[in-house]
């Protein structure tokens, strides 16, 4: 079954670092590929998504590159802020048209943003 | 964003008693709400898929006589965990899809049975 691998955290990063978060999936065909991050008491958001190979996502300063080749979906960010810290997630669903919505998810990466 | 609501966010209760958690999309209507477990440092597990009107679809390993869902309208489900027991302690999150692709996530429920 589809699967999604992401790195072990916790990760600790003093403000303005550059933050790599790694992230590759096992997947038959196309699937969509989303990065989800979840702030302290709240609820998942969507940070960011792509659809495609080669695609892009980008929000907030983060991006993400679709790569098919690698199976990959590594979620970076030039210069962190305290405002950062959070849990992020990694998923993945099934192409959009294919009928069923259901993510599957990683285990998800505590990041710490140090002043 | 759209706005998806849980209640109660937190709850305690005895063994073998029932807890009902709601989940309620705010500002449109959900044709889709999934229910998940998530296990402290682990991932969201998806539990079932529910559509409004129709009975939900649970994933393998998942009682449903155990966790009842109930998708009653196009901005409300329920999930109710009946005669509870401390291995049913958990986060609960549900999350709610509208005609678009995206799902919507509410805050979760944090579940501890005594």
């Known amino acids: 079954g589809d699967s999604v691998t992401q790195m072990e955290g916790p990760v600790t990063l003093s403000e303005e670092a550059f933050l790599t978060i790694n992230c590759t999936y096992t997947?038959?065909?196309?699937?969509?590929l989303f990065w989800y991050v979840q702030y302290p008491g709240e609820g998942l958001q969507l940070l960011l998504k792509?659809?495609?190979?080669?695609d892009k996502g980008s929000n907030k300063g983060f991006e993400a590159t679709y790569r098919k080749e690698t199976t990959s979906f590594h979620l970076e960010k030039g210069s962190v802020q305290v405002s950062d810290s959070a849990v992020y997630f990694c998923?993945?669903?099934?192409?959009?048209?294919?009928?069923?919505?259901?993510?599957?998810f990683g285990k998800g990466t505590k990041l710490s943003v140090i002043p | 964003g759209a706005v998806v609501s849980q209640h109660p966010s937190w709850v305690i209760c005895k063994s073998g008693t029932s807890v009902k958690i709601e989940c309620r999309s705010l500002?449109?209507?959900?044709?889709?709400m999934f229910w998940y477990r998530q296990f402290p440092k682990q991932s969201l597990m998806l539990m079932a898929t529910?559509?409004?009107?129709?009975?939900?679809?649970?994933e393998q390993g998942v009682e449903k006589d155990k966790f009842l869902i109930n998708h009653a309208s196009l901005t409300l489900s329920t999930l109710t965990v009946t005669s509870a027991h401390p291995e049913d302690s958990s986060f609960y999150i549900c999350?709610?899809?509208?005609?678009?692709?995206?799902?919507?996530f509410g805050p979760g429920t944090r579940l501890t049975v005594l």
């Open positions: 998923a993945l669903s099934d192409p959009p048209g294919a009928g069923s919505y259901q993510l599957t």
């Open positions: 529910s559509n409004e009107g129709s009975k939900a679809t649970y």
């Open positions: 792509a659809t495609k190979a080669d």
């Open positions: 500002d449109f209507q959900a044709t889709t």
């Open positions: 997947a038959t065909g196309y699937p969509s």
């Open positions: 999350s709610a899809r509208d005609r678009a692709t995206e799902q919507f």
